[in-house]
């Protein structure tokens, strides 16, 4: 099974900065199996991107995904206030899927 | 736009079992391609995936599931439904239904549903 370590466990950063959150993987993963999703306390994850680097419908262009192999990264460009929630890293593999931890961006 | 919303009761007692359904709409449950799944969330935890049903009927379920579980679909109701058994304490979490057409990632998401185990 891949394990998915995502960094940092708290990012705390004030409306109008850069957010860079991280998710490495224990082996190499296609890019194309790596999705990140948002979720906020009392609602379900929402879809960010896909395939490392791929916008899912709705999501502004300040979202966006790179990486591959072990290391992939959610950059957000400039935080609004209603990006403060916690972010998941999934991968699937074998027809199995894994999500990280979970990093909580909070507001500084 | 495919909609999910799970139902089941939110208290089970331990050792009985724990029935979700998750009603689609929006879309049919026997249409092509799409992988009906279900998750859950421990409270303050992360998310784990339970498996899935793929509108064939095909299932496959996590290997690192220490709970059995059963997922089922029904056609007829658009429905499709989790079952838990022998619950014990730990499977007490929010449950999630979701679906993709991509065996990859996860689109559309019911709102979750709340199952606590105790006596």
């Known amino acids: 099974e891949i394990v998915l370590t995502q960094s940092p466990g708290t990012l705390s950063l004030s409306p109008g900065e850069r957010a860079t959150l991280s998710c490495r993987a224990s082996?190499?993963?296609?890019?194309?199996?790596l999705a990140w999703y948002q979720q906020k306390p009392g609602q379900a994850p929402r879809l960010l991107i896909y395939g490392a680097s791929n916008r899912a419908t709705g999501i502004p262009d300040r979202f966006s995904g790179s990486g591959s192999g072990t290391h992939f990264t959610l950059t957000i460009s400039r935080l609004e206030p209603e990006d403060f929630a916690v972010y998941y890293c999934?991968?699937?593999?074998?027809?199995?899927?894994?999500f990280g931890q979970g990093t909580k961006l909070e507001i500084k | 736009q495919v909609q999910l919303q799970e139902s089941g009761p939110g208290l089970v007692k331990p050792s009985q079992t724990l029935s979700l359904t998750c009603t689609v709409s929006?879309?049919?449950?026997?249409?092509?391609?799409?992988?009906w799944n279900w998750f859950r969330q421990h409270p303050g935890k992360g998310l784990e995936w339970i498996g899935y049903i793929y509108y064939t009927g095909i299932t496959y379920y996590n290997p690192s599931l220490k709970s059995p579980v059963i997922i089922s679909l029904d056609a007829s109701k658009n429905q499709f439904s989790l079952k838990v058994t022998s619950v014990t304490a730990a499977d007490t979490a929010v449950y999630y239904c979701a679906t993709t057409i991509s065996p990859h990632y996860f689109d559309y998401w019911g709102q979750g549903t709340l199952v606590t185990v105790s006596s």
């Open positions: 929006g879309g049919s449950i026997s249409s092509g391609g799409y992988y």
């Open positions: 082996q190499s993963t296609s890019s194309s199996y």
């Open positions: 999934q991968q699937y593999d074998s027809s199995s899927y894994t």
